[in-house]
């Protein structure tokens, strides 16, 4: 269960703990299944199986079938489009950046859950990989067309850093 994981944190990653106790109690802008989306996703795209199984079990009724498999399809896309566009983006040639990817993303048309649910999602998975072009992409896709607030994005991020953090800590313990 997470709380266990929690509960075995070491003193000098208490903040962890802390902060992921005040994301829970107050993730407004955020469903409770968008919010448990969030952590899922981004404990996923952190390779922390012990941390996905503990999320898994302890938050089950806020992932039907179709939520898991629009998490999985975020994780599963994102991990592809994020090498891909993070490479573009670093080699300072803009050509790459104007080239098509050729990439196929028709999971994208229906991810089996809401759109936006799917690019809140992405958003936090593009945040754990690092990808600034994809981060951009998504936050404007959610603030632009979905009228998500800044707070909101802000707070995707912050569950992203702090359940990546948590996968990174306790894969020492």
Do not use: W
């Amino acid at each position: 269960m997470l709380n266990n994981i929690l509960e075995k944190l070491p003193e000098y990653a208490k903040d962890i703990k802390l902060n992921y106790s005040s994301i829970v109690n107050n993730h407004s802008g955020l469903s409770d299944e968008q919010f448990y989306g969030v952590v899922l996703s981004s404990a996923i795209a952190s390779r922390n199986n012990n941390l996905v199984s503990s999320i898994k079990s302890q938050c089950s009724e806020f992932f039907k079938a179709s939520t898991l498999n629009g998490i999985n399809a975020a994780v599963a896309m994102m991990s592809m489009t994020n090498i891909y566009y993070r490479f573009a983006h670093i080699i300072e040639n803009e050509s790459y950046i104007k080239m098509n990817a050729g990439l196929r993303m028709n999971i994208m048309r229906d991810p089996g859950v809401d759109k936006v649910d799917f690019e809140i999602y992405s958003l936090a998975v593009s945040i754990v990989n690092g990808c600034g072009m994809c981060i951009t992409a998504h936050e404007k896709q959610l603030v632009s067309h979905h009228g998500i607030s800044p707070e909101t994005i802000q707070l995707v991020a912050k569950i992203a850093a702090i359940i990546h953090s948590l996968a990174v800590i306790t894969e020492t313990l």
